[in-house]
């Protein structure tokens, strides 16, 4: 539940995901369940251990002192230092699939075949396939 705790996103959502699967965890652990009406705390200090959240900073500040003491030209202390070459361009950023120029995606619950419903269809074969069609019949 811990991993990669050092570079996962600090938000309130997260937060409260953390401590929840945290406080199932140390109830199944402790034999409590919900209907025991036992208080989080209670359960907290029956197990001894400390807040999922307070340890996560902890993990947080102990990876930023471990990369700051990296070397210049390691990756992880290039991307900590990271700083853009200058301003960002004003307007909205464009879509992932253009800016990577790859092809755009067909809009939802639409197949291929229903997106041309009013184009009269083309058909192109050739004499040959015809006569095998004609003659397998």
């Not at 959502?13 to 208080?39: P, S």
């Not at 067909?106 to 050739?126: G, H, Y």
Request: proline fraction near 9%; charged fraction near 35%; hydrophobic fraction near 25%.
């Amino acid at each position: 539940m811990t991993y990669g705790t050092e570079v996962r996103e600090d938000t309130n959502k997260t937060k409260r995901m953390l401590r929840v699967t945290d406080m199932k965890t140390m109830r199944t652990i402790v034999g409590n369940t919900r209907r025991d009406r036992v208080r989080n705390t209670d359960v907290g200090e029956q197990c001894g251990i400390q807040d999922i959240v307070i340890r996560e900073k902890q993990r947080k500040r102990q990876w930023y002192n471990h990369v700051r003491r990296m070397d210049e030209n390691r990756l992880p202390r290039i991307v900590l230092e990271n700083k853009p070459p200058g301003p960002r361009p004003p307007g909205r950023p464009p879509k992932r699939s253009i800016s990577l120029g790859l092809p755009k995606l067909p809009k939802r619950n639409k197949l291929p075949s229903q997106s041309k419903q009013n184009e009269p269809q083309k058909v192109t074969s050739n004499i040959e396939d015809v006569r095998i069609f004609a003659t397998n019949k």
